[in-house]
């Protein structure tokens, strides 16, 4: 006995989280971004949030910084050079605990629990503070 072929069966209920595609089979670049936006709001738990928000307020504080020089001056070179080495480090420590301690990366990061990581980012920014403020005189 052949077996019978299955046909899928049409639903008259669409799904509308698949990108729509225009005539040429493009995506709209806006219907993308608020994909990405809607599923980081759905999926990223509370904790990575705010060290994004943390990151994105360090960028702020690194451009403003950055067009302070441009305006103003940067007299005092070393505590424009010590203030900006600040702020980027701060973000590159805190990327650092945000990978570690993404549930997604918790595979990769098994030896290390989230209060070892945090432990380490705070005495990481100690460091960093300590030597920016010595570069400072």
């Not at 060290?51 to 403003?64: A, K, Y």
């Not at 067009?67 to 080495?85: D, E, K």
Request: glycine share 6%; aromatic share 14%.
């Amino acid at each position: 006995m052949a077996p019978k072929s299955r046909v899928p069966e049409k639903s008259s209920v669409t799904t509308s989280s698949a990108p729509k595609a225009n005539k040429s089979g493009s995506v709209d670049a806006q219907e993308i971004v608020q994909g990405v936006w809607n599923k980081y709001v759905n999926k990223t738990p509370q904790r990575v949030k705010l060290l994004d928000s943390f990151m994105f307020f360090l960028i702020v504080v690194g451009v403003l910084q950055f067009v302070y020089c441009l305006i103003v001056g940067n007299f005092p070179f070393n505590a424009f050079l010590s203030g900006f080495s600040a702020t980027v480090g701060q973000f590159v420590l805190t990327a650092s605990l945000r990978i570690q301690t993404n549930p997604e990366n918790k595979a990769e990061f098994e030896s290390i629990s989230h209060e070892r990581a945090f432990a380490d980012f705070v005495f990481g920014s100690l460091i960093l503070h300590f030597f920016c403020i010595n570069f400072i005189n």
